[in-house]
């Protein structure tokens, strides 16, 4: 969420949508109309300090520590852009417990 509105215009969209792919996991999709990643940059942008646009804020470690907390909990993260200018979409899966707390 952080990145999608770092990286979005004032005037851009930011949007977030779950769902469930299968009955045992629950999907979040975050999406944006941003600066987008170049396509031999999909690859990386999970690695630490690795910042795949010019604009420099931060350490590059957001990514990095995100999938780690995902992986942590059973679940995957992934990166999908069209390229520069095309915004970006990162889902989220993770899995579900079939108790209540």
């Known amino acids: 969420m952080r ?7 004032d005037f851009g969209e930011v949007s977030v949508r779950t769902y469930n792919v299968t009955s045992g996991s629950i999907s979040i999709q975050i999406s944006d109309s941003g600066v987008g990643i170049a396509p031999e940059n999909l690859d990386k ?16 470690l957001g ?7 995902v ?10 852009s ?3 200018g ?11 417990s079939k108790t209540a707390l």
Not at 45 to 60: C, D, T, Y
Not at 87 to 96: D, H, Y
């Open 63 to 69: 990514l990095s520590i995100s999938k780690a907390i």
């Open 71 to 80: 992986e942590m909990h059973g679940g995957s993260i992934q990166a999908h």
């Open 3 to 9: 990145n999608a509105g770092k990286f979005t215009s």
């Open 82 to 84: 069209e390229g520069l």
């Open 45 to 60: 942008i999970f690695e630490p300090f690795e910042q795949a646009h010019s604009r420099r804020e931060g350490l590059g």
């Open 86 to 96: 095309k915004g970006a979409t990162f889902v989220i899966e993770l899995p579900t």
